[in-house]
C-alpha cells in the first residue's frame, strides 16, 4: 500500500511539474512575440552617448541619414549617411518586453567616402558590440558592451512624396 501510495504521489509530482513547464513555454514563446518584437520597425539615430565624459553626447545633425529597420526574417538594413548595409541580428526580449539582449552579426556595408563628419564606419563597426536594448518613452536605447556608449533611435519617419 505504501508503495503504491509513494507511486502516485510521484506521479501527482511529475504532473506538476510537468504543467510548470509548459507554462513556462507558453509564457516564454508569448514575451518573443510580444511588443519587443522589432520585425517590420524602422529607426532613425537621433544620438550616441558616449560614457566618456571627454567625448559626451554626439548629437546626430540629420537623424534621417543613418537608420536602421529590422526585417521579419532576422536581418536588419541600414542606410549609414551615403552608404547602405545589412547583416543579421538576434532579439531576447526580457520578461517586461521593453528590455532585453540584442546582438548583431557582421555588418556588411558599402564603402563610398561621404562628407564629414564621417559617422557611417562609427555606427557599422559598433553595432557589432550592442548587446542589449531598451524601448523608452518611445525611443530605443541599444547600449554597448563594456557600458562604451548608447545609441539613441527615434522611430523613423516616412519620407514625404513629392508634389
Given at each position: 500500500?505504501?508503495?503504491?501510495?509513494?507511486?502516485?504521489?510521484?506521479?501527482?509530482?511529475?504532473?506538476?511539474?510537468?504543467?510548470?513547464?509548459?507554462?513556462?513555454?507558453?509564457?516564454?514563446?508569448?514575451?518573443?512575440?510580444?511588443?519587443?518584437?522589432?520585425?517590420?520597425?524602422?529607426?532613425?539615430?537621433?544620438?550616441?552617448?558616449?560614457m566618456d565624459d571627454a567625448q559626451g553626447?554626439?548629437?546626430?545633425?540629420?537623424?534621417?541619414?543613418?537608420?536602421?529597420?529590422?526585417?521579419?526574417?532576422?536581418?536588419?538594413?541600414?542606410?549609414?549617411?551615403?552608404?547602405?548595409?545589412?547583416?543579421?541580428?538576434t532579439l531576447a526580449p526580457a520578461g517586461?518586453?521593453?528590455?532585453?539582449?540584442?546582438?548583431?552579426?557582421?555588418?556588411?556595408?558599402?564603402?563610398?567616402l561621404c562628407p564629414p563628419p564621417r559617422?557611417?564606419?562609427?555606427?557599422?563597426?559598433?553595432?557589432?558590440?550592442?548587446?542589449?536594448?531598451?524601448?523608452?518613452?518611445?525611443?530605443?536605447?541599444?547600449?554597448?558592451?563594456?557600458?562604451?556608449?548608447?545609441?539613441?533611435?527615434?522611430?523613423?519617419?516616412?519620407?514625404?512624396?513629392?508634389?
Amino acid at each position: 500500500m505504501r508503495l503504491l501510495s509513494a507511486g502516485l504521489w510521484f506521479l501527482r509530482q511529475c504532473k506538476i511539474l510537468l504543467g510548470a513547464c509548459l507554462f513556462a513555454a507558453c509564457a516564454t514563446s508569448q514575451t518573443s512575440s510580444g511588443p519587443a518584437s522589432f520585425a517590420g520597425t524602422s529607426w532613425q539615430l537621433v544620438a550616441i552617448q558616449s560614457m566618456d565624459d571627454a567625448q559626451g553626447t554626439t548629437r546626430i545633425a540629420e537623424p534621417a541619414r543613418f537608420t536602421l529597420r529590422f526585417g521579419s526574417d532576422g536581418r536588419a538594413s541600414l542606410r549609414l549617411d551615403c552608404n547602405r548595409g545589412a547583416g543579421n541580428y538576434t532579439l531576447a526580449p526580457a520578461g517586461d518586453g521593453r528590455s532585453g539582449t540584442l546582438t548583431f552579426g557582421p555588418i556588411a556595408a558599402t564603402r563610398a567616402l561621404c562628407p564629414p563628419p564621417r559617422l557611417d564606419e562609427r555606427v557599422s563597426r559598433d553595432l557589432g558590440y550592442v548587446r542589449g536594448y531598451l524601448l523608452k518613452d518611445g525611443k530605443l536605447f541599444l547600449s554597448l558592451m563594456a557600458d562604451a556608449a548608447i545609441y539613441e533611435w527615434a522611430p523613423a519617419t516616412e519620407p514625404k512624396e513629392p508634389r
